[in-house]
């Protein structure tokens, strides 16, 4: 397998190689592809990502990835927003199962995957920027709908088979179209499922997170929620994604570049160890995947924890632990 490496930056550069040395343990037979982007690329060369880069990431299986610093600068576009859309990586599936041992701020147990397409929506990249008015387009599509409700459906039937569609269709008329598309999608795959406007949704998953399994929904929403949704799974340091196209796949924590911790050696690593359990699940080394997730609740055990979670452990205190007990 041909994986591209890219850290990013701020906590990227810290937390991506404590990950690779967990992954590097195994002796996995994965060739790694080191390419330099992100916004610290944009300060050297004005580009933050060039086509090379992207033809490049093309002729690997998948991407790890850090984290990177977006400025607010109209010139500086998303790369991550560019890499999902020109690798069609249309399903951001992001996980939140509470590691045990984590002390969490809501009392009741959870298990839900919210399922965030990636490539649409608010995020189009459709836009602009005038004197006194600003717009962005919310492009919303049948083949984007269609395919990001299959996937929640695929994941559903693998877990409770409880579907939630967000939305605001109550305001939003492309949001109707998104939750029509989703119903449909449900019906046709046998899925129960019930709808939430997103408001009620951000209010609801805090006071009753255990009643919900699978949660589709459009890009902005599915980014908001998620960050919600870290919270009350422990903090962004523990919460790994994956971003999945019918051809590639990218791995990476939820969290950003963390400017307030970067350089100071205390970022969580747990969320990118686990991005590469993801990547490894998704290759098809199960029993990998298992030994790291056993050997990070181990270490939390032990409270081998870092700032964030109220520990005094530096990141590669973190990923020494977890590699020395996966040997
Ligand atoms: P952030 O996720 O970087 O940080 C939010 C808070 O969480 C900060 O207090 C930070 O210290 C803490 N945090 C995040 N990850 C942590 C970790 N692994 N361990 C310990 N603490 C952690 O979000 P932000 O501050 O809003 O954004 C900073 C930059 O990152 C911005 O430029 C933003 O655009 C970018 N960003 C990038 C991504 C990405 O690359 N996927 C995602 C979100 C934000």
Redesign the pocket.
């Known amino acids: 397998m041909k994986v591209a490496i890219i850290p990013?930056?701020?906590?990227?550069k810290e937390?991506l190689p404590a990950a690779l040395s967990v992954l590097d343990v195994f002796g996995l037979d994965i060739e790694k592809v080191p390419l330099e982007i992100g916004?610290g690329k944009w300060e050297k060369t004005g580009s933050a990502i060039t086509d090379d880069d992207i033809a490049l990431i093309r002729q690997c299986d998948c991407v790890l990835?850090?984290?990177?610093?977006?400025?607010p600068d109209p010139n500086y576009k998303?790369?991550?927003v560019r890499m999902r859309k020109e690798l069609d990586l249309y399903a951001n599936i992001r996980p939140f199962t509470p590691l045990e041992k984590v002390k969490l701020p809501c009392a009741k147990k959870f298990d839900f995957v919210i399922v965030r397409e990636n490539t649409e929506g608010m995020y189009s990249g459709v836009e602009e920027l005038h004197e006194d008015v600003a717009y962005s387009t919310r492009i919303i599509t049948r083949k984007g709908s269609t395919r990001i409700a299959e996937k929640a459906c695929k994941i559903a039937k693998m877990r409770k088979k409880q579907l939630t569609i967000v939305h605001k269709a109550n305001v939003l008329k492309s949001d109707s179209f998104f939750r029509d598309v989703c119903t449909g999608v449900a019906k046709k795959n046998d899925i129960r499922y019930n709808e939430m406007f997103v408001d009620a949704m951000a209010y609801d998953m805090i006071l009753h997170p255990e009643k919900y399994d699978v949660i589709v929904t459009t890009n902005l929403f599915g980014d908001i929620l998620s960050?919600e949704a870290a919270a009350m799974a422990g903090?962004?340091?523990l919460c790994p994604s994956a971003n999945i196209g019918d051809k590639y796949a990218l791995f990476?924590?939820?969290?950003?570049?963390?400017?307030?911790?970067a350089g100071k050696g205390?970022?969580?690593?747990?969320?990118?160890i686990l991005s590469v359990k993801m990547m490894l699940e998704w290759a098809g080394f199960n029993a990998e995947a298992k030994t790291i997730g056993q050997a990070v609740n181990n270490v939390l055990d032990n409270a081998i924890i870092?700032?964030?979670l109220g520990g005094s452990y530096s990141t590669f205190d973190v990923s020494n632990a977890i590699t020395k007990l996966i040997r």
Do not use: K, Q
């Open positions: 990013g930056d701020g906590i990227g937390v916004f990835f850090g984290a990177i610093t977006t400025v998303s790369v991550l960050d903090g962004l340091g990476e924590p939820i969290h950003g570049s963390a400017p307030d911790i205390i970022a969580n690593p747990i969320a990118a870092t700032p964030d």
